[in-house]
Each structure stands twice: as structure tokens, then as C-alpha cells.
């Protein structure tokens, strides 16, 4: 099959809003020894999407420089090296970037099958937050079954995915999220509880439904002033899993909690983690999530999917919390 000698992919002016994004076009990339060159069909778009467009989320140097950490789309090359996917196979990759673009390169070990029953959007949608999740819930903060699971952000990609993959489980989930529309989506996709953030103080809620023991482990985003909250939230031996921090990094809070508690508080980013380790998950999601969702038993949310052209529109949405799951762009028309 020939390839095309240029390709239309997101471009950025400058650091700034959503308005900095443009179309532009680019020579292809060419996949080292180890990855595969994707014809990219669908990519999903993430907050940190919006905070590297922004200018506070640098990729790492060996990374293109291009928007987008997820795609699905068709094998059109291969990388030397690659031996377990061919040309012509459809998968969904988790990528260093370069996503917003009508071709990509991804190492073959982060690329994984479309589950069965799933389109190319809805397995587009799965790779950053699964392998999000599966690495701060279930390796990091070693999630079990019988034990009580605390997300905040439950309607987002991350929080509607926690909530799915801790029930599929076997946690009890609580989760937090902004609107009485947003807390039943919540009951209906499987959480147990759901708590209105806006109306309620989370904390106590918690203390109230666990009867005061308070929860295993919590999933969180927020940070700032949610930090000493969710130490208060923690049972004994529990464990705070920490992936992003949307209300600031730098936080005041009582540690004693920590001591009398035995916590565990841990957290990562998924783009800085080591190849292997991302690997390593891929290999865990494809064995052990994969069949869930090829049986329905856990299943994708898609909110709004825009034309690549639409980027700003996406990011715009993205940053106005108004939506309910993932929010996709469509490259190939």
C-alpha cells in the first residue's frame, strides 16, 4: 500500500487556548525498530491534552511534539523489530503523543486489539484511561476484592472507567461528581454511591456511608484542598492514589493521619513511566480487562466526537467539565 508523502495533523501556534490549534501538514513519521506507524481513524482527547496545549505539560524529548496520547486506526508499517503485529491490523494504541494527526507511531507493545463487539471510536476511547486506572488502582494502591473504593471526577474518562473496572472487581465504589444528573449517571454505570460535591462535604458523606471506617483507596485528580480530606476519608492501611492535581500541587495538610492510619499514599504519571512498564500493562489489560469488555460487562462512555478540524471544540468542552465521558476526534473522514 503507498503511503502519502504528507498528512494533515493539530498543529499550535503557540502556547495558549484552545483557539492556539490549528490544521497543518507534515511529512509522515516513521516508526523506529520497535513501533508500528498507524493509520489513525479515531483519537481520544485528554486533560493533559489541554494542559501540554497550554504550555505546563512539556512531552518528554524523544516524544513528538504533536497532541494526542491515544488513537485506533489500521497498521501501515512496521518498525524492524516488531514481530506481534502486522500491516493491516486494526488496533488501539496508547501513544507518546502525536495522536491529532491522520498518521502515528506507537511501540507495538503498547498496542493492543479492538476488543470484540467494540468500533474503532470505542476502542479509541479505552487506552489512556485503562492503562491509567490498572496502574494506580490495581498495581499501585492493590485494589482487592471486599474492600471500599473512593474516585473522585466519576462522569470523566478516568472516574467512569474506575468505577466500572472496581466493581467488575469486586469493590464497593463511592464516587464524587458535580451535578444530580452526573451522580445518577454514576449509580447507573455501577457505582454503589454517589456523592454531589457541590451540595454535600465528601468527607463526612464518607465517614457516614462507611459507618466511620472510611475506604481502602482512592482514585483523585483534584489535589489542592482535597488532599487532607482524603487522608480523613482513609481507612487503616488504606491507600491514596494521586494522578493529577487540578486544584495545585502544593497542599497543607495534617499528616498525622498518615502515622496513626499507616497509609500508603502513591501516585504517577502513565506518559513519564518506563516503555516496559507500559508494556507490562498492556499485557495485563489484553489478559484480564480485554474479555470484560468484549463481553459487555464494563463498556466505553463517548460524550462528543468532533472532526480533527473541530480540535478547539473538543478542548473547549474538555475544559468546561460539562461532559459526561470521553470526548473523541474523528481523523479519517
Known amino acids: 500500500m503507498a503511503l502519502p508523502e504528507s498528512m494533515r495533523q493539530i498543529g499550535i501556534a503557540e502556547h495558549g487556548g484552545p483557539d492556539v490549534m490549528r490544521i497543518e501538514y507534515a511529512s509522515l513519521p516513521a516508526p523506529r525498530a520497535d513501533e508500528v506507524l498507524i493509520e489513525v481513524a479515531y483519537a481520544g482527547v485528554n486533560r493533559p491534552d489541554c494542559i501540554q ?54 511501540p507495538a507493545a503498547w498496542c493492543l486489539p479492538i476488543p470484540g463487539g467494540l468500533s474503532l471510536e470505542e476502542a479509541a476511547s479505552l487506552p489512556e484511561n485503562f492503562f491509567t486506572v490498572w496502574n494506580n488502582v490495581f498495581d499501585r494502591a492493590h485494589l482487592r476484592s471486599g474492600e471500599w473504593f473512593l474516585v473522585h471526577g466519576g462522569t470523566s474518562g478516568i472516574g467512569l472507567c474506575a468505577i466500572q473496572l472496581a466493581k467488575a472487581f469486586g469493590a464497593t465504589v463511592i464516587t464524587t461528581a458535580g451535578t444530580p444528573e452526573k451522580t445518577k449517571f454514576c449509580l447507573d454505570i455501577g457505582a454503589d454511591h454517589a456523592i454531589d460535591y457541590r451540595q ?103 460524550d462528543t466526537t468532533y472532526d480533527l478540524d473541530d480540535a478547539p471544540k473538543a478542548h473547549a468542552l474538555m475544559e468546561s467539565s460539562k461532559h459526561i465521558g470521553k470526548i473523541m476526534l474523528r481523523v479519517d473522514k
Open 53 to 106: 496545549r497550554a504550555g505546563n505539560y512539556p512531552p518528554p524529548p524523544d516524544a513528538s511534539p504533536i497532541l494526542g496520547l491515544e488513537v485506533a486506526g489500521r497498521v501501515v508499517a512496521c518498525g524492524a523489530e516488531v514481530r506481534d503485529v502486522a500491516i493491516g491490523d486494526d488496533v488501539c494504541a496508547l501513544t507518546p503523543g502525536g495522536g491529532y494527526a491522520e498518521y502515528c507511531t506507537a
Open 200 to 302: 454535600q462535604d465528601f468527607a463526612d458523606e464518607v465517614k457516614r456511608i462507611t459507618n466511620k471506617r472510611g475506604v481502602d483507596v482512592i482514585l483523585d485528580m483534584v489535589g489542592g484542598d482535597y488532599v487532607e480530606r482524603n487522608l480523613k476519608c482513609l481507612a487503616v492501611e488504606g491507600r491514596l492514589s494521586q494522578i493529577a492535581f487540578l486544584k495545585g500541587s502544593r497542599v497543607e495538610c495534617d499528616l498525622r493521619f498518615m502515622m496513626l492510619k499507616r497509609l500508603t499514599l502513591t501516585g504517577s504519571t502513565l506518559r513519564a513511566s518506563p516503555s516496559s512498564r507500559k508494556a507490562a500493562i498492556a499485557r495485563e489489560l489484553r489478559e484480564k480487562v480485554w474479555p470484560l469488555l468484549a463481553e459487555g460487562k464494563i463498556r466505553t462512555v463517548i
